[in-house]
């Protein structure tokens, strides 16, 4: 059974960096495309950027470009979310997801059929 946990969530302030972590297990981590999307309430999930499995490329949303980066470590099986110069508009529940198939540069959720839980990310004026 495929499970992905995230972490590292929390109340921080603009201008604040923050480290998510997404501890995957049950599934090859290598073989997985790594996503991260974020959801406020009422609005559909949003993707924020994706890490592929072979020779990782990043791609990233316009909106965290140059303030975010993803990495991957294979050998914890873990997906890293770093994000620095926190602003109030990033306030969300952070989802990491998991993605076999496709090149590994998807933005559509719906691509990916793994999801964890979700850490609530919230950025203080």
């Known amino acids: 059974q495929v499970q992905l946990v995230e972490s590292g969530g929390g109340l921080v302030q603009a201008g604040d960096s923050l480290r998510l972590s997404c501890a995957a297990s049950?599934?090859?981590?290598?073989?997985?495309?790594m996503g991260w999307f974020r959801q406020t309430p009422g609005k559909e999930r949003e993707f924020v950027g994706v890490?592929?499995?072979?020779?990782?490329?990043?791609y990233y949303a316009d909106s965290v470009k140059g303030r975010f980066t993803i990495s991957r470590d294979n050998a914890k099986n873990t997906v890293y979310l770093q994000m620095n110069t926190l602003k109030p508009e990033d306030t969300a529940v952070y989802y990491c997801?998991?993605?076999?198939?496709?090149?590994?540069?998807?933005?559509?959720?719906?691509?990916?059929?793994?999801w964890g839980q979700g850490t609530q990310v919230t950025v203080s004026s």
């Open positions: 997801a998991a993605q076999f198939l496709g090149l590994g540069d998807s933005s559509d959720p719906r691509d990916y059929p793994h």
């Open positions: 890490i592929s499995k072979n020779v990782p490329r990043t």
């Open positions: 049950g599934l090859t981590f290598t073989r997985y495309h």
